[in-house]
């Protein structure tokens, strides 16, 4: 079944369908970080160890593209190549969108993450929490090992 979802899924983004091209349009529209019901790819997200239970939340965040930006040298000698653009950050837009969503909600663990789709603007990663301190999550044995480190 899940491997059904997946091709699915592969095979709408391959094609690029109007169906998902319209969502995109909803997506932008939506704020930076957005609590959602249930995950869009439930395939990545079983893969990850999401279960559809009480004290494991789905949470989709926008990343924006592109390099980094620095100011401009403002006042003294202007250097002859100034490193304010084409700047590369070292680290991955799925690890900005884990901290950002860890900032936001810190009283949950971070199980992990996966992409769910890009523009020419944005990335969007779906993150996928738990609450340890919800008691369907202390008694589900799959996650006592998170308690445990």
């Not at 100034?82 to 971070?110: D, F, H, W």
């Not at 340890?132 to 090992?145: A, C, E, L």
Request: glycine share 6%.
């Amino acid at each position: 079944m899940m491997k059904q979802i997946s091709n699915t899924w592969q095979k709408i983004m391959k094609n690029n369908y109007s169906a998902i091209r319209g969502r995109t349009i909803a997506l932008r529209k939506e704020n930076t970080i957005v609590r959602v019901d249930r995950p869009s790819r439930l395939d990545r997200a079983k893969a990850f160890g999401y279960k559809s239970k009480q004290g494991v939340v789905v949470v989709r965040i926008k990343v924006s593209r592109g390099g980094m930006r620095r100011q401009r040298p403002k006042s003294g000698r202007r250097p002859k190549h100034l490193g304010v653009t084409k700047m590369k950050a070292n680290v991955s837009t799925k690890q900005t969108a884990q901290r950002r969503v860890k900032e936001r909600y810190p009283n949950l663990i971070l199980l992990n993450s996966y992409f769910l789709y890009q523009d020419g603007k944005h990335i969007w990663h779906e993150v996928i929490l738990i609450d340890p301190s919800h008691h369907s999550i202390q008694n589900d044995g799959d996650y006592k090992q998170l308690f445990n480190k």
